[in-house]
């Protein structure tokens, strides 16, 4: 028999009509014949009002009696849904965290799992109960309650569906599912029927957030497919599983309005450089946003980024001091700026995703101020007059709003069947789940990649006006050649460098066809380097934690390492430096981040 977890937020249990609605799901479930694990959130807007409460008592409620008053959210929640299910029919049982035995440390208000215990769970399921289990909520060696941060549900919801098997865990909210932009910006946005784990981690760092990243990082790990669906609706929803829909190249596309750009010009370029920048912006806990850094001449390196408006006074004044502590450069910036992103794992394996993107861009009367991407996204900066027209450009450029074919029903993708998996196994799978909940706020970076295979084509003084990356892209593609990490960085007195990588093997094809397309119309260099390697960093959160390029950076300056090229996504920071230097420097990474 499958095991099904459901998921209802708050939004989904605010009301005792929405509450029925709520267990008339986990009733169906139950009668198609799964066991069935619901698992509910506070009602409303509760945790909210419990925090205020406390603070009308006191300005520092202690941490510990803070859990207690919030897990009572949850407990509400629980009893009224066990409520309604028996009143449907079926047999059902609430429990607390403790009583399902989640096992947290004593960090109140946000503890991690050490321990989840599925014996008590799985007799209630084996008795024909349909479990009712409070999120958010734990408790620990004392007897202590605990909650797991805003947003636990989620967490609780993935890992109890991680270490039962479950077939699928469905979260129940307050939209249809997730879509290929903002439908309020786009009129034609479309739901995603299915979308892969990292596209979702991608576009929920661009602003698509529909469940915590955490909880998602988490899924990706056990195989865990994840269903957000309407809890108003019958909507089929988002399925979230490893791979996309196949015949999806770009999944999605993103809009951040109001971003700033400051850039340091004509930096020393020599090992070292990098990371003084990055520490000192990390100093401040400045988040950056897109980093941009592309191939250097005469010995001087230009690195540009974007931060939130607000940070800007802030931003300058480090970037100041790191430039005067390197002893050259300028500081530059430029505001009123957009973000414009496209995601999708399909773009690693097709040509032509850039120039699409570069040409719906052009055609619209765009002009593209700085490009980065990674393997699964291209982002641009572009004015912030013209953020709205370009989002527009590009979500009708790659078709995001022609229907899919229909999903196959669910259940073509379930996981193995669990009979033969024996109580050994079980114990073993819920011990993995465990010892990855315990670290999962410090598992930023999992993996470290060089990849030697690549060559490095740069393009000098092109002229900066729409339509000539388009150009140089679109050649590119024509020639059958898969472009990987693109660069362009903003202009200076009207003319714009872009550096891009493709696979060794193509260098002189690309060289060729970069040559007709862009040399022979602006007048622009060509050049390139045969000797270089990729290396990046592969995690979640990278983008958002301040601290992984400062110490990415640092790793690589004490390892003598000179960096020609920076990229940054949600999942990957990329660099290209010489390829002479690849192994330790990929060596050095390992080290850094502590990994095997
Ligand atoms: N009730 C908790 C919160 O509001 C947990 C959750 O909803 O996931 O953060
Ligand atoms: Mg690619």
């Not at 629980?78 to 096992?103: N, P």
């Not at 040509?351 to 055609?363: N, Y």
């Not at 990849?451 to 006006?465: K, P």
Request: glycine share 8%; net charge negative.
């Amino acid at each position: 028999m499958s095991i099904i977890v459901q998921k209802f937020g708050g939004t989904s249990v605010a009301t005792p009509e929405k509450i029925l609605v709520a267990a008339q799901r986990a009733v169906a479930a139950k009668r198609a014949g799964n066991q069935v694990v619901v698992v509910v959130s506070a009602r409303g807007h509760k945790t909210d009002e419990l925090i205020d409460l406390a603070h009308e008592i006191s300005e520092t409620p202690p941490a510990r009696e803070m859990d207690m008053l919030l897990a009572t959210g949850e407990q509400e929640s629980v009893a009224l849904m066990a409520m309604a299910v028996q009143k449907l029919g079926e047999q059902a049982i609430s429990m607390t965290g403790a009583q399902i035995g989640i096992v947290t440390d004593s960090t109140h208000t946000k503890a991690r799992i050490k321990a989840i215990s599925t014996e008590r769970l799985r007799h209630a399921l084996e008795a024909g109960k349909i479990v009712i289990a409070a999120g958010f909520q734990g408790i620990d060696d004392q007897f202590n309650i605990t909650t797991l941060g805003r947003g636990g549900s989620d967490t609780t919801a993935v890992a109890l569906a991680a270490v039962l098997k479950a077939a699928v865990c469905e979260i129940y909210t307050d939209v249809e599912g997730v879509f290929t932009t903002d439908p309020r910006l786009v009129r034609e946005a479309r739901k995603i029927p299915r979308v892969s784990y990292d596209d979702i981690l991608e576009l929920a760092s661009l602003g698509a957030g529909v469940m915590h990243s955490r909880s998602i990082e988490f899924a990706k790990k056990y195989s865990v497919p994840v269903l957000v669906r309407p809890a108003y609706s019958d909507g089929e929803g988002t399925l979230i599983a490893p791979h996309g829909d196949d015949e999806d190249v770009v999944t999605g596309a993103a809009l951040a309005k109001a971003e700033v750009r400051v850039s340091l010009w004509d930096i020393p370029d020599r090992p070292g450089v990098m990371s003084l920048v990055f520490t000192k912006m990390a100093e401040r806990k400045i988040p950056i946003d897109m980093v941009v850094q592309n191939v250097g001449s005469h010995g001087l390196a230009n690195v540009s980024f974007t931060v939130e408006q607000d940070e800007l006074a802030e931003t300058l004044t480090a970037a100041q001091q790191a430039v005067d502590e390197l002893g050259s450069g300028q500081v530059q910036h430029g505001t009123n700026l957009s973000k414009v992103s496209v995601v999708g794992t399909g773009m690693q394996t097709h040509t032509g995703v850039a120039a699409q993107m570069f040409s719906s861009l052009a055609k619209a009367g765009v002009n593209i101020l700085m490009i980065t991407t990674s393997d699964i996204k291209i982002s641009v900066l572009v004015d912030r007059n013209q953020a709205q027209a370009s989002l527009q450009a590009v979500h009708e450029g790659f078709d995001l709003h022609r229907e899919q074919p229909a999903l196959p029903p669910l259940g073509v993708s379930q996981p193995d069947d669990e009979s033969d998996e024996t109580e050994r196994d079980r114990e073993e799978r819920a011990r993995d789940v465990v010892s990855r909940l315990a670290s999962m706020e410090d598992i930023v970076v999992s993996q470290v990649e060089l990849d030697a295979d690549q060559a490095l084509v740069t393009l000098r003084g092109l002229a900066d006006v729409p339509g000539v990356a388009a150009a140089v892209f679109s050649a590119n593609a024509q020639a059958g050649v898969v472009v990987d990490m693109i660069v362009q960085n903003v202009s200076q007195s009207g003319h714009t460098n872009i550096s891009f990588t493709v696979p060794r093997n193509d260098l002189e094809k690309s060289v060729a066809a970069t040559r007709t397309a862009a040399v022979n119309w602006t007048g622009a260099e060509i050049s390139f380097d045969r000797e270089i390697a990729k290396l990046s960093v592969l995690g979640i959160g990278l983008r958002t934690h301040t601290g992984v390029g400062e110490k990415m950076f640092r790793a690589l300056a004490e390892a003598g390492v000179n960096i020609k090229m920076i990229s940054t996504g949600e999942v990957r920071i990329s660099t290209v430096i010489d390829l002479p230097h690849g192994q330790a420097a990929y060596e050095s990474l390992m080290k850094a981040f502590g990994l095997k």
